[in-house]
C-alpha cells in the first residue's frame, strides 16, 4: 500500500494551505433597509423651517418605541447633545390623540387615531392649526411598510415611504418609492452606528431609549417624527 506523505508540521511552522493567525470574522450582512440617508438638495420643509435640519451633517434623535401611559413626559432628544427637539406632555396625552410640542412649548403636530377603526391608519393635524389635515399615514398589513401623501412648503405634493423589517431593528424612509429611485432621507441606527457622528462621543445622559433616527440634512425632523410615531402606533395594535 502507497502512502502519501504529508508535510510535517513544527511548532510555530506554517505549511503550503496554512496562513496561519486567527480566521478574519466574517463581515455581517447588511439588510436591505440598512440605508444612508443622503442630504436634500432644495430641502423639504412641512411644519416649519425651525425643524429642517441644517446642512453640514444629520441629525440623530433618540427615541422610545412606546410612550408612556403612566403620565411620564415622551421626550425625543438629540442623541449627541441631550438637547431636547420634541416632548410629548404625558398628562395631555390620550390613546387617541397625542400633541407633540417643540422644545420651546409651542405645538407641533397634534395625531389622532380613529377609535374601533378596521385599518391602520394615523391622521396627522397642524399643532397651530388643529382643523388642517397636514397628511395621514398608512399601512399594509402587518405594518411592514407605511405610505404618506404630504405637502411640503410652497403646495408641492409629495410621497413619503418608509418600510420596517418584521422585528423593527431596520426600517428606513425615502422620499418617493425606493424601486423607483426614490431619495433615502432617514433611517433606524444602533448606538455603535452614530459613534462616528458623535464629536464627543454619545451623550444619552443615563435616557433610555429604544432606537436611534438618522435623518438628512435638508430634511423635515417633526415630519419624520410624526411618520415614525405613528408606526409605532400602529404597531401597538399588533400586540
Same mark, same amino acid.
Given at each position: 500500500?502507497?502512502?502519501?506523505?504529508?508535510?510535517?508540521?513544527?511548532?510555530?511552522? %506554517?505549511?503550503?494551505g496554512?496562513?496561519?493567525?486567527?480566521?478574519?470574522?466574517? /463581515? *455581517?450582512?447588511?439588510?436591505?433597509? $440598512? =440605508? &444612508?440617508?443622503?442630504?436634500?438638495?432644495?430641502?423639504?420643509?412641512?411644519?416649519?423651517?425651525?425643524?429642517?435640519?441644517?446642512?453640514?451633517?444629520?441629525?440623530?434623535?433618540?427615541?422610545?418605541?412606546?410612550?408612556?401611559?403612566?403620565?411620564?413626559?415622551?421626550?425625543?432628544?438629540?442623541?449627541a447633545?441631550?438637547?431636547?427637539?420634541?416632548?410629548?406632555?404625558?398628562?395631555?396625552?390620550?390613546?387617541?390623540k397625542?400633541? %407633540?410640542?417643540?422644545?420651546?412649548?409651542?405645538?407641533?403636530?397634534?395625531?389622532k /387615531? *380613529?377609535?374601533?377603526?378596521?385599518? $391602520? =391608519? &394615523?391622521?396627522?393635524?397642524?399643532?397651530?392649526?388643529?382643523?388642517?389635515?397636514?397628511?395621514?399615514?398608512?399601512?399594509?398589513?402587518?405594518?411592514?411598510?407605511?405610505?404618506?401623501?404630504?405637502?411640503?412648503?410652497?403646495?408641492?405634493?409629495?410621497?413619503?415611504?418608509?418600510?420596517?423589517?418584521?422585528?423593527?431593528?431596520?426600517?428606513?424612509?425615502?422620499?418617493?418609492?425606493?424601486?423607483?429611485?426614490?431619495?433615502?432621507?432617514?433611517?433606524?441606527?444602533?448606538?455603535?452606528?452614530?459613534?462616528?457622528?458623535?464629536?464627543?462621543?454619545?451623550?444619552d445622559?443615563?435616557?433610555?431609549?429604544?432606537?436611534?433616527?438618522?435623518?438628512?440634512?435638508?430634511?423635515?425632523?417633526a415630519?419624520?417624527?410624526?411618520?415614525?410615531?405613528?408606526?409605532c402606533?400602529?404597531?401597538?395594535?399588533?400586540?
Amino acid at each position: 500500500m502507497d502512502f502519501v506523505k504529508k508535510p510535517f508540521k513544527k511548532m510555530g511552522q %506554517m505549511v503550503s494551505g496554512d496562513h496561519g493567525g486567527e480566521e478574519k470574522p466574517k /463581515e *455581517k450582512p447588511k439588510h436591505k433597509y $440598512d =440605508v &444612508q440617508p443622503q442630504p436634500l438638495k432644495g430641502g423639504l420643509c412641512v411644519f416649519g423651517k425651525e425643524y429642517v435640519v441644517p446642512e453640514g451633517k444629520p441629525l440623530f434623535l433618540a427615541m422610545k418605541n412606546k410612550i408612556s401611559w403612566t403620565g411620564d413626559d415622551y421626550i425625543i432628544k438629540d442623541a449627541a447633545t441631550q438637547e431636547v427637539w420634541f416632548k410629548i406632555d404625558g398628562k395631555l396625552s390620550f390613546c387617541e390623540k397625542k400633541t %407633540m410640542f417643540d422644545r420651546n412649548g409651542a405645538p407641533v403636530f397634534i395625531m389622532k /387615531e *380613529k377609535v374601533m377603526q378596521l385599518d $391602520d =391608519v &394615523q391622521t396627522v393635524y397642524s399643532g397651530k392649526d388643529p382643523t388642517r389635515l397636514m397628511f395621514e399615514v398608512k399601512s399594509n398589513i402587518g405594518n411592514s411598510k407605511q405610505r404618506a401623501k404630504v405637502t411640503a412648503e410652497g403646495g408641492r405634493e409629495v410621497e413619503i415611504v418608509s418600510k420596517c423589517s418584521l422585528t423593527d431593528s431596520h426600517c428606513a424612509m425615502w422620499l418617493g418609492e425606493p424601486k423607483e429611485g426614490g431619495h433615502p432621507i432617514a433611517c433606524f441606527k444602533c448606538k455603535g452606528d452614530i459613534m462616528n457622528f458623535c464629536p464627543n462621543g454619545l451623550n444619552d445622559g443615563g435616557y433610555v431609549c429604544d432606537y436611534y433616527v438618522e435623518i438628512a440634512p435638508g430634511v423635515d425632523a417633526a415630519m419624520v417624527v410624526a411618520i415614525v410615531m405613528a408606526q409605532c402606533q400602529m404597531n401597538e395594535s399588533y400586540w
